[in-house]
């Protein structure tokens, strides 16, 4: 797994399962109006079990989906109210929104290479009015 995120809490770089399960715990501190977790959330005795417990939900989420598709479900109108990635209706925020990148990726495909055609035959008006014209 790439390390192209950041944790929010300390800024150092993170994979995708970190980042997704440092996310949800963050939404639930807020929730629970406990401000921001401590600088490294994994090492406080209060979320360590929750984020360990997340992560190896958001490994198993990342097996079946991209994780576009998962921190877009979360972040969606539904899912912003979601404080665990045990929640059995996430599952389904993140198919809809795994169905909709699959979407993107059949529309990004590329083109079919047309550098072996001809170019095509100027009409006759044309010619005749360039003859006017000149």
């Given at each position: 797994m790439n390390k192209n995120y950041k944790h929010k809490t300390t800024g150092q770089s993170c994979n995708?399962?970190?980042?997704?399960?440092?996310m949800v715990c963050m939404r639930e501190a807020e929730k629970q109006n406990v401000g921001r977790p401590a600088h490294a959330l994994w090492n406080t005795q209060k979320w360590q079990k929750k984020y360990q417990s997340q992560v190896t939900k958001a490994y198993q989420l990342l097996k079946k989906y991209e994780d576009k598709a998962i921190i877009n479900a979360l972040n969606s109108y539904q899912g912003k109210f979601i404080y665990s990635l045990r929640v059995k209706t996430l599952e389904k925020l993140i198919q809809k929104e795994q169905g909709k990148l699959d979407k993107i990726d059949l529309k990004g495909s590329p083109c079919e290479d047309h550098t072996q055609s001809r170019p095509?035959?100027?009409?006759?008006?044309i010619s005749f009015i360039r003859k006017l014209d000149g």
């Open positions: 995708a399962a970190q980042y997704i399960a440092e095509s035959k100027p009409y006759g008006k």
